[in-house]
């Protein structure tokens, strides 16, 4: 802002979701003030959820945590998969899905399905849970064209 303000301040956006953040409140409120007559926006006050992502502030020791397990429920809950024991890896160890499992005619409810969990699983992997990062990565390879394998492994 041309170094009208006293303090850094930090503003992420993206689509219509905006965060800011800033030590001092005082030039936080005076930056808002500009920025809300500039552009077509509202002060929702302090945040609580930001892009899917809980937030939570321990102003006691001055830490902020970013938390998916909401979305990371739902997601399990949509494919029935909340109630199912957990796994120590994202896939099957050994397991090495080919092309070769993909069919020559995809069925549409098994490609809806893959391409929905494998579409979760990204907002995952971008977002904080960079432990799925290969996991996805080896399921999007087959998002065109999945067969009863991939599904089986994207269910894990």
Known sequence: AGGEYEDHLIVSAHIDNTLMACKSLSTLEKFKAVFLTRFERTDEG???MYLGAELIRDRANRTITFKQSVYAQ?????????????VKTPLEAGVRLTKEDSPTFVDP????????????????????RCDLAFAYAELSKFVQCPGETHLKAAEQ
Do not use: C, N
């Open 109 to 128: 409810a098994l490609h809806s399905r893959y391409r929905g969990i494998t579409g979760h699983l990204s907002f995952l992997v971008t977002m904080m």
């Open 46 to 48: 302090e945040v609580s």
């Open 74 to 86: 739902k997601i399990l809950q949509t494919y029935g998969a909340w109630d199912k024991p957990s």
